[in-house]
């Protein structure tokens, strides 16, 4: 039975940029589209090869920079044919525009009460909904900051998915009461569809991300879960991650796996094909699915690769 593949791109305004005094439309270049490599890059490349994505929206940022930057994003992505669904960095929602991030809110949803984290949710529904998009269906928290009632808020509000348990982020971040290296969907309200994981070495996590794991660990992690006919995968990107972190110049190491990625996954569709969660594809929820195993060749290279993204790719091209 095919492997459905949830590719996931977080799409925000990084609080980064905020910080630096950019305007809201600097701030939306570099986060949105920043270096031609953004979400425009990216839906084309989707297109050519035929694949389905989940963009993440989050709507937070309209509450300083007015709902109208945040339309013009969700109608691309669904003239492109691609999903939207609902993203959540809480801190925005006690921001003020121009202050260089000295006021915000509380960064983290498990931070706020079961009752706070219900208002919060509704209100990035709300305005999610006045820039065009369906009423969503499936949540990721930023910064995968979910707990228990996180996802009892998502239940209360009718969503039926939620993708914030990432075992490589607990539980600094990631506060889910699962285990850390659970990666198969379940039932718990809402079905939680955790994020892919690889083991990186002895009690050690790293998430399937464009800037986290080389072509070659995508490949090996995408042949183990068809090998071991995992329930699902669940890869994540974001919206800036292809540029450097200025948002001024492409990353090319980054770009680079994205394209491989798609490639990768053009080619295996008939064992491994894309996903919308408005798809409601039909996925087991009674499986203990395990991470691929660490390597050491695997890992020297990336962490060789790494190097080169960091200091060539993001140093030298900072500003």
């Known amino acids: 039975m095919p492997t459905p593949v949830f590719l996931t791109i977080d799409t925000e305004y990084a609080w980064r940029h905020h910080r630096a005094g950019l305007d809201g439309a600097a701030i939306h270049a570099r986060s949105i589209e920043p270096a031609g490599v953004g979400i425009g890059y990216q839906l084309a490349v989707l297109q050519r090869h035929g694949l389905k994505a989940c963009f993440f929206v989050d709507p937070m940022p309209a509450l300083l920079f007015g709902i109208a930057p945040i339309a013009r994003l969700v109608e691309a992505i669904l003239a492109a044919g691609q999903e939207v669904q609902l993203h959540l960095h809480a801190n925005w929602s006690g921001a003020t525009a121009g202050d260089r991030g000295r006021s915000h809110a509380r960064f983290e949803l498990f931070d706020y009460d079961a009752g706070e984290q219900v208002a919060l949710i509704a209100q990035a529904t709300e305005l999610l909904i ?71 070495g002895a009690g050690r996590l790293r998430t399937f991300q464009l800037c986290a794991l080389s072509t070659d660990e995508a490949r090996a992690a995408l042949d183990h879960a068809v090998r071991r006919g995992h329930a699902a995968v669940t ?34 569709r008939a064992v491994l094909p894309t ?27 990336r962490q060789a690769e790494q190097l080169w993204s960091n200091w060539v790719s993001e140093r030298r091209w900072s500003r």
């Open 275 to 301: 996903v919308h969660f408005a798809d409601r594809p039909a996925l087991p929820l009674d499986r203990d699915d395990r991470p691929l195993p660490p390597r050491a060749v695997r890992r020297r290279l």
């Open 130 to 200: 006045a820039a065009g998009a369906p009423p969503p269906i499936a949540f990721r928290a930023g910064s995968y900051a979910a707990d228990d009632a996180t996802l009892a808020a998502l239940d209360r509000l009718g969503f039926v998915y939620d993708s914030s348990h990432n075992g490589a982020e607990a539980p600094r971040f990631s506060r889910i009461g699962l285990p850390a290296n659970r990666i198969a969907p379940l039932r718990r309200g809402v079905i939680e569809l955790p994020v892919t994981t690889i083991e990186d």
């Open 235 to 268: 890869i994540v990107s974001h919206g800036f991650e292809l540029a450097n972190r200025a948002g001024t110049r492409p990353n090319a190491v980054h770009v680079r796996r994205f394209d491989a990625l798609c490639r990768m996954l053009a080619a295996r």
